[in-house]
């Protein structure tokens, strides 16, 4: 498939900038299939479209406040965003202006902070670096201190309160990115759905180059994902499989749930690192129904639900953007359902 084929015309108008207030009223484009035209509701009326043995799957990862801004000798900023914690202890980083910044630098990111650069990382773009702290705090108090939480690009205006790009479910520090589709669910959505006989389940895949990473290629099949940790707990395994084998449907928040539950089943590993690319032709494992944002043109995310739905997307893309649907992180949301 080429690459061109996951281009369509975003205006920069329908990118959201802010999240949604109240949570639960982002919009929802419920794909009926069968020819039938979408429908739009809000997400807190997700309730409404489960069945009672249904399992609803969320991504528990929580976004660490991994940017740093630094300061050189010479009064020069170096801006650091921390992509994952090796098993050195250092960290993988995107650092900018890297070349600038010679291996065995340290630099000050507050009384209390150092960072000492390494060398290059397990990619080409990144660095390794190292925490240093002059008081004895962890990494996670230095990064609470003096680190902020990594908005995408495409978003220029300062949120007011970081917990808006927080999940209410978060609880497993690691991501740079959110969840996106899952900032959406209110406690009052999850027991509403609860209420109607769907177990709600969580697994974690942190966030991090390999989501969001630009395909860069002309073939979408020469695209290479990044590594990512997962982790599927057994009772959500069991409780997926108990639902399937009587007729329930599993339901996953977001493109990176699909992710961990694809990576568990396909490999038979329930925690690891995953560089699952889902593209057509792809055999559905786990996923029945997806609740997902609206996606950026030409990115694997838009590729993975081409291949959960086919062509369709481009239909569903094109009525959400005339009815004025958001875009992207703090977006609009759409539901759709494969068996369709």
């Given at each position: 498939?080429?690459?061109a084929?996951f281009a369509y015309?975003?205006?920069?108008?329908?990118?959201?900038?802010?999240?949604?207030?109240?949570r639960d009223?982002?919009?929802?484009?419920?794909d009926?299939g069968s020819?039938?035209?979408?429908?739009h509701?809000?997400?807190a009326?997700?309730?409404?479209?489960?069945?009672p043995?249904d399992v609803?799957?969320?991504n528990?990862?929580?976004v660490?406040?991994?940017?740093l801004?630094?300061?050189?000798?010479?009064?020069?900023?170096?801006?650091?965003?921390?992509?994952?914690?090796?098993p050195s202890?250092?960290w993988?980083?995107?650092v900018?202006?890297?070349?600038?910044?010679a291996?065995g630098?340290?630099l000050?990111?507050?009384?209390?902070?150092?960072?000492?650069?390494g060398?290059?990382?397990?990619?080409?773009?990144?660095?390794?670096v190292?925490?240093?702290?002059?008081d004895?705090a962890?990494?996670m108090?230095?990064?609470?201190r003096?680190?902020?939480?990594p908005?995408p690009?495409?978003?220029?205006?300062p949120?007011?309160?970081?917990?808006r790009?927080?999940?209410?479910?978060?609880?497993?520090?690691?991501?740079?990115?959110?969840?996106?589709?899952?900032?959406?669910?209110?406690?009052?959505?999850?027991?509403?759905?609860?209420a109607?006989g769907?177990?709600?389940?969580?697994?974690d895949?942190?966030?991090?180059?390999g989501?969001f990473?630009?395909?860069?290629a002309v073939k979408v099949?020469?695209?290479q994902?990044?590594a990512?940790r997962y982790?599927?707990?057994?009772?959500?395994v069991?409780?997926?499989e108990?639902?399937r084998?009587a007729g329930?449907r599993?339901i996953?928040?977001?493109?990176?749930?699909?992710r961990?539950?694809?990576?568990?089943?396909?490999?038979?590993q329930?925690?690891?690192?995953?560089e699952?690319?889902i593209?057509?032709?792809w055999?559905?494992?786990?996923?029945?129904?997806?609740?997902t944002?609206?996606?950026?043109p030409r990115?694997?995310?838009?590729v993975l639900?081409?291949a959960?739905?086919?062509?369709?997307w481009?239909?569903l893309?094109?009525?959400?953007?005339?009815?004025g649907?958001?875009f992207?992180?703090?977006?609009?949301?759409?539901l759709l359902d494969?068996?369709?």
């Amino acid at each position: 498939m080429d690459v061109a084929d996951f281009a369509y015309e975003l205006p920069e108008a329908s990118i959201a900038q802010t999240p949604i207030e109240p949570r639960d009223r982002a919009r929802l484009l419920v794909d009926r299939g069968s020819g039938a035209p979408p429908e739009h509701r809000i997400v807190a009326d997700l309730p409404a479209f489960v069945r009672p043995g249904d399992v609803v799957v969320v991504n528990s990862t929580r976004v660490l406040p991994a940017r740093l801004h630094l300061t050189k000798s010479t009064g020069g900023a170096v801006e650091v965003l921390l992509l994952e914690r090796l098993p050195s202890g250092e960290w993988e980083a995107l650092v900018r202006p890297s070349r600038r910044v010679a291996p065995g630098t340290e630099l000050a990111g507050g009384a209390d902070l150092r960072v000492r650069f390494g060398g290059p990382g397990g990619s080409g773009a990144t660095r390794r670096v190292q925490l240093l702290t002059t008081d004895g705090a962890d990494e996670m108090e230095l990064l609470d201190r003096h680190g902020e939480v990594p908005l995408p690009p495409y978003i220029n205006t300062p949120l007011a309160d970081p917990e808006r790009y927080q999940t209410v479910f978060a609880d497993r520090p690691g991501s740079v990115a959110a969840p996106t589709a899952g900032l959406h669910l209110t406690p009052a959505v999850l027991d509403g759905c609860r209420a109607a006989g769907v177990r709600v389940e969580m697994v974690d895949l942190v966030v991090g180059m390999g989501t969001f990473r630009p395909i860069s290629a002309v073939k979408v099949e020469d695209h290479q994902m990044h590594a990512e940790r997962y982790r599927v707990g057994a009772g959500t395994v069991a409780a997926c499989e108990k639902a399937r084998a009587a007729g329930g449907r599993v339901i996953a928040v977001g493109t990176t749930t699909v992710r961990a539950l694809e990576s568990a089943a396909l490999s038979g590993q329930l925690e690891g690192r995953t560089e699952l690319f889902i593209r057509r032709p792809w055999r559905w494992r786990e996923v029945d129904v997806l609740l997902t944002n609206f996606h950026l043109p030409r990115s694997s995310l838009l590729v993975l639900i081409d291949a959960f739905v086919g062509a369709r997307w481009r239909d569903l893309y094109g009525t959400a953007l005339a009815a004025g649907y958001r875009f992207l992180s703090f977006g609009d949301a759409m539901l759709l359902d494969r068996s369709l």
